[in-house]
């Protein structure tokens, strides 16, 4: 496992990766576009799929984009800043802990999903490309955001260990540490959605 180039940078880098993941965009989008708050609405968390279900397409696609944008933009920059494996896996695991654990918003924010996939993509892009699909697949299947996101998230850690035959990157012990951390809290917030699915009262999306 690699030791930080520079450590200041290294911390500094985390801290600042922890305040981008903690911005509520989904809040921040609702408000703006609708004045609504999405912690009074559905599932009460400041995600992308509870602000589509509570305030719109539009700022479903916006609170997307940009959660998945923050995750992006945090792995891309530790990654040109320093190239350290070590050190994009934190800074990883910073921003996505940021948007499902924000101080702004006193530790209670979305499930992490969309930004799981944004850090993933500017570091294990064929591991994200296989992650989506079986998201996908499964959302296509069963019209339940919930049960995909659950599905690939387990899978991540096992994709990103099958991938590291063809990626360096992937097969580092920090990328498949940080993708079972990923994995496993997406699992962990999605608890309460898997007994609604149990119990029938999960809400399905898109269907008719």
């Given at each position: 496992?690699?030791?930080?180039?520079?450590?200041?940078?290294?911390?500094?880098?985390?801290?600042?990766?922890?305040?981008?993941?903690?911005?509520?965009?989904?809040l921040?989008f609702?408000?703006?576009?609708?004045?609504?708050?999405?912690?009074?609405?559905?599932?009460?968390?400041?995600?992308?799929?509870?602000?589509?279900?509570?305030?719109?397409?539009?700022?479903?696609?916006?609170?997307?984009?940009?959660?998945?944008?923050?995750g992006?933009?945090?792995?891309?920059?530790?990654?040109?800043?320093?190239?350290?494996?070590?050190?994009?896996?934190?800074?990883?695991?910073?921003?996505?802990?940021?948007?499902?654990?924000?101080?702004?918003?006193?530790?209670k924010?979305?499930?992490?999903?969309a930004t799981?996939?944004?850090?993933?993509?500017?570091?294990?892009?064929?591991?994200?490309?296989?992650?989506?699909?079986?998201?996908?697949?499964?959302?296509?299947?069963?019209?339940?955001?919930?049960?995909?996101?659950?599905?690939?998230?387990?899978?991540?850690?096992?994709?990103?260990?099958?991938?590291?035959?063809?990626?360096?990157?992937?097969?580092?012990?920090?990328?498949?540490?940080?993708?079972?951390?990923?994995?496993?809290?997406?699992?962990?917030?999605h608890?309460?959605?898997?007994?609604?699915?149990?119990?029938?009262?999960?809400?399905?999306?898109?269907?008719?």
């Amino acid at each position: 496992m690699a030791i930080f180039q520079s450590l200041d940078i290294a911390i500094t880098s985390i801290v600042a990766a922890y305040l981008l993941g903690a911005i509520p965009f989904g809040l921040l989008f609702a408000r703006w576009l609708t004045g609504k708050d999405p912690r009074q609405h559905g599932s009460g968390n400041t995600g992308a799929t509870n602000a589509l279900r509570t305030s719109g397409k539009a700022v479903g696609i916006l609170t997307l984009l940009a959660d998945i944008g923050k995750g992006s933009l945090a792995v891309a920059l530790a990654i040109y800043l320093q190239d350290d494996m070590t050190l994009v896996a934190a800074v990883a695991l910073a921003v996505f802990v940021g948007h499902i654990f924000p101080i702004y918003l006193k530790f209670k924010g979305g499930k992490g999903v969309a930004t799981m996939f944004g850090v993933l993509i500017p570091w294990l892009p064929w591991v994200a490309i296989a992650t989506f699909f079986a998201w996908f697949l499964l959302f296509k299947l069963t019209r339940y955001v919930s049960l995909a996101s659950v599905v690939a998230a387990i899978m991540l850690p096992l994709l990103a260990w099958l991938f590291g035959a063809l990626s360096w990157s992937a097969s580092d012990p920090s990328a498949l540490f940080a993708c079972v951390i990923l994995g496993g809290l997406v699992v962990a917030r999605h608890i309460g959605n898997m007994r609604r699915i149990l119990a029938g009262e999960e809400p399905k999306t898109g269907a008719s």
